[in-house]
């Protein structure tokens, strides 16, 4: 009896498979086409799901299936799952002659899964979700290239000036990653259940795909993680610890990362969003990750986003202030002046955002770095400093401040007036001198009287210097001559 219930069993199935086989495009294996079959990964058992379809078992050749349009309602979840077997196959783009009609076969197939999780016609079974979301990983997840700076040993140029490398998948990459999108986004999406396979792991191996080279991989990447962090909170606190690793590594070990600058972007908006009072783990982030970024060398990269998020966390809390203005001096460079511009920009947006109880806390150091570049002999860090009086909100605080201000940059103002090089270093030197006297005239003209005398006496000082080695040197001529006699 027990024999003839498994016949029975086995039977029935094989009529359902050959069904399936007619309606969907794929029969008996055949001949394997090496280098166009999907991966070991996207082979999956066949098995029966009874809240979904069932798992087709794994296909050999890469051939048309239907539109979902033309099943029934009813054949559209297996229809799904056999169009992801597809989206399974990895071709060689390398060489664009290679497997051509099956690519575009790829490529139409994914189109028509993006139209169809975006028109919402058919809630998508848990099954679907979780071999779409394998199918997404075995596409996207991938080990990068080499970047091109480090098989020439050049320094890495910024990507917007370069257009750089471009990924030769990227026709059906990108299909994928917007498949990727269309599916967190979607309103059916049960994060309940989606997190089970949008996990760690998966978010960790979203993150080391902004290390590509490929400035429209990292854009769609940029917004896909951006939306995880809005939909997903339970990997609220993950992201941001994962991103602030991906800092860490690249502060102090590698120096080279290409998507520090769209990681600050989603930062930026992240921070935007921080609640207040500010939690002691962000501010230790600002101090630990976001302050350090200002010393690799390729700031300028990413500069533009660093200074936003950096002005976030002063504009939430405006205590904050003190702790970035010292963190900017500690790691204010000595030698390379564009970088001093940049610091110079930034530090005026923070210097907007202070009031004048932090400002005070931090104004000695701050002004003597201020007046170093006033005196700088690359004009641009000159102009940029001298540009900081043209701030009504920083005059203010200056003004409020002068007895202490005005004595630490008068030196450096008097040294700009009587030596530049630059004749509009020069005007500009004077015009901030004029403010200084219209502020406080007294002050100024103490300030005045107090170089004067000290460049007395640093005249005398010389002079006596010069008359101690002219003694020096007549000496030695002198027993040079007695030497000589003597002989």
């Known amino acids: 009896m027990f024999k003839k219930i498994i016949k029975g069993g086995q039977r029935k199935s094989s009529k359902s498979n050959s069904t399936d ?18 991966n070991s990964n996207a082979v999956v058992a066949q098995a029966q799901n009874p809240d979904g379809p069932m798992v087709p078992p794994p296909m050999t050749t890469v051939e048309p299936l239907p539109l979902f ?10 229809l799904f799952m056999r169009k992801l077997q597809i989206c399974c196959f990895r071709f060689d783009f390398s060489n664009t002659l290679k497997s051509s009609r099956e690519k575009e076969i790829k490529r139409q197939t994914l189109l028509e899964l993006v139209d169809f999780i975006q028109s919402g016609s058919g809630k998508i079974s848990d ?4 071999e779409m979301i394998k199918m997404i990983g075995l596409n996207i997840f991938r080990c990068l290239p080499p970047a091109s700076h480090e098989n020439t040993g050049l320094e890495a140029t910024d990507p917007e000036e370069d257009e750089g490398y471009l990924e030769p998948s990227w026709p059906h990459l990108q299909i994928v990653y917007e498949l990727l999108l269309r599916y967190i986004v979607s309103s059916e999406t049960d994060t309940k259940f989606a997190k089970r396979y949008i996990d760690h792991s998966f978010v960790l191996k979203l993150l080391d795909l902004f290390d590509s080279e490929d400035h429209r991989e990292r854009a769609f990447l940029k917004t896909i993680l951006h939306r995880i962090y809005g939909k997903f909170m339970v990997h609220r606190p993950f992201i941001r610890k994962a991103i602030n690793n991906i800092f860490y590594r690249f502060i102090y070990e590698t120096e080279r990362h290409n998507g520090i600058r769209e990681l600050l972007e989603i930062l930026g908006s992240i921070i935007n969003g921080f609640a207040l009072p500010m939690k002691e783990e962000h501010k230790l982030f600002l101090v630990r990750a976001l302050i350090p970024l200002h010393k690799p060398k390729p700031v300028a990269m990413y500069h533009q ?32 002046c564009q970088k001093e511009v940049l610091f110079l920009g930034e530090l005026e947006e923070v210097l907007e955002a202070t009031r004048p109880a ?8 701050l002004f003597r770095q201020i007046a170093r570049c006033l005196n700088s002999s690359h004009f641009q860090v000159a102009e940029r400093a001298l540009f900081l009086w043209n701030n009504e909100h920083i005059v203010s605080l200056v003004a409020q401040n002068r007895q202490v201000i005005l004595p630490i940059v008068f030196k450096a103002l008097e040294k700009n007036v009587q030596n530049h090089w630059n004749q509009a270093i020069h005007g500009l030197t004077v015009n ?43 000496a030695a001529v002198q027993r040079g001559e007695d030497d000589m006699v003597t002989d």
């Open 21 to 38: 086989a007619s309606l969907y495009g794929y029969g008996p294996p055949i001949s394997h086409n090496p280098g166009s079959g999907p």
């Open 69 to 78: 349009r033309d099943v029934s309602v009813s054949e559209r979840q297996n």
């Open 127 to 130: 099954v679907c979700q979780e």
């Open 305 to 336: 986003q660093l200074s936003y998020s950096i002005i976030q966390f002063v504009e939430k809390d405006y205590k904050l202030a003190d702790t970035v203005i010292r963190g900017l001096l500690k790691y204010w460079p000595l030698t390379n």
């Open 358 to 365: 932090e400002f005070q806390r931090c104004m000695v150091p």
């Open 432 to 474: 901030v001198q004029k403010m200084f006297m219209e502020m406080d005239a007294e002050l100024f003209d103490e300030c005045e009287r107090q170089f004067e005398e000290k460049e007395s006496r640093a005249q005398e000082v010389e002079e006596q210097r010069e008359m101690t080695w002219k003694k020096l040197a007549d």
